[in-house]
């Protein structure tokens, strides 16, 4: 053992290693520790010393630090395998199964990158979901906190470019899937409300634009291989580095207890830097064992003239495709996504009091915000694995545990509300649910509040269930829309959104009700066979 | 006194995670590595070798003057130097890299200029037989690759994954008779294709045959030809995509779900249970009759040659420089009015609806009148001006038992498109001389 510390010592007192690594001999004192961050260019970003806080595990689960992990294993097996790969219809599957059976690794490359950019796309959900409960957005890190959410579509972006590249069926039906969307954006898209006013159409539209076609082939194939290869990953780069550097600047976000020292710090390293080296050891061994486990999937040659049934987007856009049934296209895949986009980055501007509850768990400091954000999650998840899981041909409604082979009778037949009733109904509860909140000016508990709204929604669900012509699972879609409203709609934001300025409250309301409504709307199609509240098909507006 | 934290806070203390976690990441890196290593297709060539270069040695063993010697020891040499490495045929022509000889060494072109071994079982064993000696020979393996004509994944280097059967690859080996499909991808001179004097597509002219005989293109067509009631054989069924099969009701495994099963089972199976429809409009917003395909429930081999024949109807892929062409075989047409009505009547696929004797009665779900009509009741009651007027123009609607059924899957297309002049009048002709 002593012969070689000694050994160590004399290599690291070598003219090579001085010229490599900064400072003087190692004496493994503080400040030599403190030259070791600062002195590495890598290594910098940490500051030279943190709360000890801020070195448990369970503060940030290590979540944004595995996602640059996955990043940068995503860069690296991507990088080998571009040099294995054609982006063009006749080769590109071929590569694949070259990948898979000719090149050395080539198969456990493709898997790791796969199995990588799934487990990114959680980590880095899971991630904001942390950064959320931790109130380490709020005042100085509301922009990084606005840059994350950029990052987080750009992550979904990263994926879905490079979910075309292996040119099988998944593949090209996943991204047509997904790309429809584009053509049902307002006034850009094809389809989209409002475009015919504009002379929008199949060829120079939103969707025409993204696929350099009308159809996905191998303009498309080229276009997703840059974007996916070239320009989200440049854009996604410059976005971390500006990321990482906030989070240097801001603070790390373990601010200290109102009773606890300022100054009490531990050293980085090793503290934080050991932490974090075992954190992506683990992730690594997941991931190499995973791909060792696993093929990733590649299924028969694409195929445009065969459409699979069912056609599914890739798994974490399934929430909004799921959204389909309930909505129009331009809402569940174009508004739904950008508002809520937008939404998360204007959280920590519409934050009642940016004091509260930050660097630490607190539900009980910060109820509305953890209430509202985690319903969105779990809703987000839910819709997901509900897409997943449960839809088979023509997106009937099948258990995991029944066969696809059987058939399923169609869904009852819809309407649509009359123009007037549908407008009115929407004017109402925008109206109406802006101001009400408001209004109240009276003080109430509010467990007991909803504990007596949920009692009364159990209440209307079993009158509306014996009335002549309704059935208690209409009445159970009442309750479910009721309760939500006055719960989401009233209670809360009556009394936590007091205190905040006007501009702050309208902006929360919109938000709140548009949540809300989501929901809303899922009840009144499952329980009414309401397909749209308003149409108006002459700009072909359906909501 | 020191105690013994416990065994949790042992394990998980950062300094046995930290060395742990390395040796386990090692270990998993390792075993990726040796599993990369480890392929189905070195195995068979490391078998290969060993038995060439026994065989070899015996050889210089029993050989009985010096020149044999020497030949004997030039192989053996030749064997040593047998390498471990992917071999792969490129056949541009036909899209194919096929890497088929990785294993079956028997079939190197260039280190087996004959195609003939000794070995007795596969994948060693080139030339079965002196037939495919000689339709190998004729169809250079290195223009021609394996795959054109047998099938499977040429890609692939595993035997499942390289024999086509796995899920998402369409195509597997073409086995038995099947694999005379690949003949007709090109020659249509199938006749005169012989090996040893045998025909050797003797299936597919066969399969043929079975398709005139029950009277297929009454209702199928092929290539545009023959009735519209149901699917293309050629530009439908012969490339239909597996995707496009409902395979519930075939009884197949699902490892048996395959363009070639689904035609087979709708000759030994009943067709009206493999494709049920929506007789009751459950699932859809019109009910839908069950398929029409009478039940012929054929032998084995028939069900067989007739697969084999809709099979070699797939013209995709092929260059225009590699199809032989053949003129048509000349139709022989009676002089004799009543019986060339007879051809006519069998060259249409009249038999498939309304019976090889004209009797009718084949089912046609939901008609009013049960069976399709029997012609030797029916024609005498019209004029034959009546009878031309219904052969042209067919009867579209067909009258519903139940109201509220679906379609009766069967009607009278019109035919004036296609029997025409003397074929129409000569078919009415013999209809006429028809009699119960």
Redo the contacts between chains.
């Keep these: 053992m002593k012969k070689i510390e000694k050994l160590f010592e004399e290599l690291t007192n070598t003219q090579v290693w001085r010229s490599m690594f900064r400072g003087g001999t190692w004496k493994n004192n503080a400040r030599d520790r403190a030259q070791h961050i600062l002195g590495n260019v890598w290594l910098h970003l940490h500051p030279a010393r943190v709360r000890p806080r801020s070195t448990r595990f369970t503060y940030t689960w290590g979540l944004g630090g595995l996602s640059f992990l996955l990043f940068l294993v995503l860069t690296v097996t991507g990088i080998v395998l571009m040099f294995y790969y054609r982006p063009t219809p006749e080769l590109a599957y071929?590569d694949m199964?070259?990948l898979?059976?000719?090149v050395?690794?080539g198969?456990?490359m493709r898997n790791i990158h796969r199995w990588a950019a799934h487990t990114m796309v959680v980590f880095v959900i899971l991630h904001m979901v942390r950064v959320f409960l931790t109130g380490a957005y709020k005042t100085p890190r509301e922009f990084n906190w606005g840059i994350g959410v950029v990052l987080l579509v750009l992550t979904l972006f990263l994926s879905f470019t490079g979910y075309l590249l292996p040119w099988?069926?998944l593949a090209i039906w996943a991204v047509t899937v997904g790309t429809n969307m584009a053509s049902a954006t307002p006034f850009a898209g094809a389809e989209g409300p409002f475009s015919s006013l504009l002379g929008v159409g199949l060829k120079n539209d939103a969707r025409f634009g993204l696929l350099g076609g009308t159809a996905v082939g191998s303009a498309t194939l080229v276009r997703f291989y840059v974007l996916h290869c070239i320009a989200v990953p440049f854009l996604t780069g410059i976005l971390l580095i500006v990321h990482f550097w906030r989070v240097r600047k801001d603070g790390f976000s373990a601010a200290p207890y109102p009773n606890e020292n300022p100054q009490q710090k531990v050293e980085t390293w090793p503290n934080l830097v050991?932490?974090e080296?075992?954190g992506a050891?683990?992730m690594?061994?997941f991931l190499?064992?995973w791909?060792?486990l696993q093929n990733a999937p590649?299924?028969?040659i694409a195929?445009p003239n065969?459409t699979?049934?069912p056609s599914k987007a890739p798994w974490y856009f399934l929430g909004l495709q799921e959204l389909l049934v309930y909505f129009d296209p331009w809402i569940a895949g174009v508004v739904l996504p950008g508002v809520i986009t937008v939404g998360l980055m204007a959280i920590p501007y519409l934050d009642p009091d940016p004091t509260k509850g930050v660097g630490y768990y607190s539900f009980k400091e910060r109820p509305f915000a953890n209430i509202v954000f985690l319903t969105g999650v779990f809703a987000w998840f839910a819709l997901i694995v509900v897409g997943t899981v449960m839809r088979g041909p023509n997106w009937a409604w099948y258990w995991p545990w029944e066969s696809w082979?059987?058939?399923?009778?169609?869904d009852p037949p819809t309407h649509s509300l009359p123009l007037f009733l549908g407008v009115g109904m929407i004017g109402i509860y925008f109206g109406l649910g802006m101001v009400l909140p408001r209004l109240i000016k009276a003080q109430f508990a509010v467990r007991s509040a909803i504990i007596k709204v949920f009692a009364g929604s159990v209440m209307v669900a079993l009158i509306v269930g014996v009335l002549p012509g309704f059935s208690f699972i209409q009445g159970f879609w009442v309750a479910f829309g009721l309760f939500i409203y006055l719960v989401g709609g009233v209670i809360l934001p009556t009394s936590y959104l007091k205190t905040i300025s006007n501009l702050r409250y309208a902006v929360c309301m919109v938000l709140l009700l548009l949540f809300i409504g989501t929901f809303l709307k899922v009840a009144l199609r499952l329980g009414f066979n309401v397909k749209y509240v308003v149409a108006i098909p002459q700009v072909s507006l359906n909501i | 006194m020191d105690e013994k934290p416990p065994l949790f806070t042992r394990l998980f203390a950062l300094r046995s995670l930290f060395l742990w976690g390395n040796v386990i990441l090692f270990v998993v890196f390792g075993a990726v590595m040796v599993s990369d290593q480890i392929r189905g297709w070195k195995g068979y060539q490391k078998d290969f070798k060993a038995r060439e270069l026994t065989r070899t040695k015996d050889a210089i063993a029993s050989a009985q003057t010096d020149d044999d010697k020497m030949r004997a020891a030039d192989e053996y040499q030749a064997a040593q130097r047998i390498p471990m490495e992917i071999r792969q045929i490129v056949a541009p022509d036909f899209d194919a890299v096929d890497r088929c000889v990785t294993c079956h060494l028997g079939f190197d072109p260039l280190g087996n200029p004959s195609l003939s071994t000794e070995y007795k079982e596969h994948p060693f064993k080139a030339t079965p037989n002196t037939a495919a000696q000689s339709i190998h020979l004729a169809h250079n393996v290195e223009k021609f690759g394996c795959t054109v004509c047998h099938g499977g994944q040429g890609t692939a280097t595993e035997v499942k994954a390289a024999h086509g059967e796995v899920l998402h690859w369409e195509q597997p080996l073409f086995k038995g008779t099947l694999l005379q499909a690949s003949c007709a991808k090109c020659h249509d001179n199938l006749a005169d294709l012989k090996v040893n004097g045998a025909v050797y597509a003797s299936e597919i002219i066969r399969g043929k045959k079975l398709v005139r005989e029950h009277g297929c293109i009454g209702c199928h067509q092929i290539a545009g030809e023959g009735g519209p009631i149901s699917v293309d054989l050629r530009d439908e069924t012969s490339i239909k995509p597996l995707s496009r099969i409902d395979f519930a009701y075939t009884g197949l495994e699902h490892e048996d779900w395959t363009l070639a099963n689904w035609i087979k089972v709708h000759f030994t199976k009943d067709p009206a249970q493999l494709v049920p429809g929506d007789p009751r409009g459950e699932f859809n917003t019109e009910p839908i009759a069950p398929s029409a395909m009478p039940p012929y429930i054929l032998p084995e081999a028939d069900a067989d040659a007739l697969t084999a024949y809709i099979l070699s109807l797939n013209r995709s892929k092929i260059l225009p420089q590699y199809l032989r062409p053949a003129p048509a075989a000349p139709e022989v047409a009676s002089s004799n009015p009543v019986e060339n009505g007879r051809q006519v009547y069998e060259k249409f696929g009249c038999a498939a609806c309304h019976g090889p004797d004209a009797r009718g009665g084949i089912r046609n779900y939901n008609y009013q009148w049960g069976g399709t009509p029997n012609l030797r009741r029916s024609v005498p009651t019209f004029t034959r001006e009546e009878i031309r007027e219904k052969i042209n123009d067919g009867v579209a609607f067909v009258a519903r038992n139940d109201p509220h059924g679906p379609n009766p899957p069967l009607y009278m297309p019109a035919w004036k498109a296609k029997i025409k002049g003397q074929e129409l009048e000569n078919l009415i002709t013999y209809l006429q001389s028809l009699r119960d």
Excluded: T
């Design positions: 071929r199964k070259d898979e059976f000719v050395s690794l198969k456990f099988d069926q050991v932490r080296y075992i050891i683990i690594l061994i190499v064992a791909s060792l590649l299924e028969s195929d065969v699979p049934n082979l059987m058939h399923k009778p169609p």
